[in-house]
């Protein structure tokens, strides 16, 4: 029996960052965002911006009224320029199930990276702006991640 605990333990982190053949994949992201992230995906709007110098993670709430929305919404993105900023990317990986792409460059180069929070009718948005090659390269893949996981159809290349 303690082999197959052991054997249980093992497996069960691979099966749960193994969603690539997971059918239910896109519906699992949506739930796991709305607790992770603290409002509904049916509520709001996600958007991910490739820039030149960098990019943006935009949320909206679709109702203008929506008050709980906007406030659930400015709460993440703050969060979440604070955690980017000290390195602790916990949350994305929380939502996809696996660290998402450019995450592990982003880490190794966060000093030369800058997370800013700005709040949008609607909502807010994290700039996640840097002039290092390498730090850029990695914003961009972990936006262009994003964009297929969340499904926004954002452009994936570098808006000008």
Do not use: W
Not at 105 to 111: G, I, Q, V
Not at 123 to 137: E, F
């Amino acid at each position: 029996m303690k082999k197959l605990l052991f054997v249980l333990a093992l497996a069960f982190p691979l099966a749960a960052d193994d969603h690539a053949g997971c059918a239910m994949h896109a519906q699992h992201v949506d739930q796991r965002g709305d607790h992770v992230m603290g409002f509904s995906h049916e509520k709001t709007t996600h958007n991910f911006r490739l820039l030149a110098d960098g990019g943006a993670i935009e949320a909206r709430a679709i109702d203008a009224n929506d008050a709980d929305s906007i406030a659930a919404i400015r709460m993440h993105m703050k969060m979440i320029a604070k955690d980017f900023a000290s390195g602790n990317f916990d949350k994305p990986r929380e939502i996809h199930g696996r660290v998402p792409d450019g995450v592990e460059a982003m880490k190794e180069l966060r000093a030369a990276i800058d997370y800013r929070y700005e709040e949008l009718e609607k909502g807010a948005r994290v700039l996640v702006i840097t002039n290092n090659d390498r730090a850029r390269d990695a914003v961009h893949a972990f936006l262009r991640f994003q964009i297929d996981e969340h499904r926004t159809g954002d452009p994936k290349d570098v808006a000008k």
